[in-house]
């Protein structure tokens, strides 16, 4: 498809399990962000890759989030021993790098349920 | 450090009613960007509007409309004329780097028919 794709929509785990979101980004583009979402809040920024620089990590709430980026394209977000207020839904967006503050385009989101 | 405030939780009106989102955003470089994203209740994220700090000209697209003025640092948006599609919660956002984004807390605006 032509936007940025996010797996799974929904996930659903029990607390101290590892889990791993996908987000696909739009061909092309070379920076991607994921955020987070928790009801009715606004959106955390947790980390942002741009083309094959060190990403920025300063958004990242603890050791036990990691994300990588392979190819410069797909990008996995790691949560390790989850727990109960890493509930949220986890956005990915992406967009053109470089300077001129380009408009992000986002996925669906992953829906994270932690039991 | 930057920042955007949207001190409107929450905002309901009538369909066809004029309605204002207020954004007020803090940032001391000289260049940034200035955005607004509307989420509807299916969730995604769209992007509406890019400002970059140079161009104060307030922009008008159908029954949107943003006012941008450096003075104040504010950056509101404009529904005229409401419609119950437009239900959603609306995010300002800046970016200063050209990359780095800072949303707000979101407004959540309610249209009733």
């Known amino acids: 498809g032509a936007g940025v794709s996010q797996s799974p929509s929904n996930k659903v785990t029990e607390k101290g399990k590892d889990v791993e979101l996908r987000c696909d980004p739009i061909s092309g583009h070379t920076a991607l962000y994921w955020y987070r979402q928790s009801l009715g809040q606004g959106l955390e920024f947790l980390i942002y890759f741009q083309g094959n620089s060190a990403p920025d990590k300063s958004g990242l709430p603890s050791d036990r989030f990691s994300a990588e980026r392979t190819g410069g394209s797909v990008s996995t977000l790691t949560i390790q021993r989850t727990q109960q207020e890493d509930s949220a839904v986890y956005l990915c967006?992406?967009?053109?790098?470089?300077?001129?503050?380009?408009?992000?385009?986002f996925g669906d989101g992953t829906r994270l349920s932690i039991l | 450090a930057q920042k955007v405030t949207q001190a409107q939780t929450e905002i309901s009106v009538v369909e066809k009613e004029d309605v204002t989102l207020d954004c007020v955003y803090e940032t001391r470089d000289t260049t940034y960007y200035l955005f607004w994203y509307k989420q509807p209740p299916s969730g995604e994220l769209v992007f509406l509007i890019r400002r970059n700090s140079f161009d104060e000209q307030n922009e008008i697209s159908g029954r949107y409309s943003w006012n941008f003025q450096k003075s104040t640092s504010s950056f509101n948006f404009t529904i005229t004329a409401s419609q119950v599609v437009d239900s959603a919660v609306y995010f300002c956002?800046?970016?200063?780097?050209?990359?780095?984004?800072?949303f707000g807390t979101g407004t959540s605006l309610t249209v009733i028919p």
């Open positions: 956002a800046l970016s200063v780097t050209g990359n780095q984004f800072y």
């Open positions: 967006a992406s967009s053109f790098g470089g300077p001129g503050g380009q408009p992000q385009h």
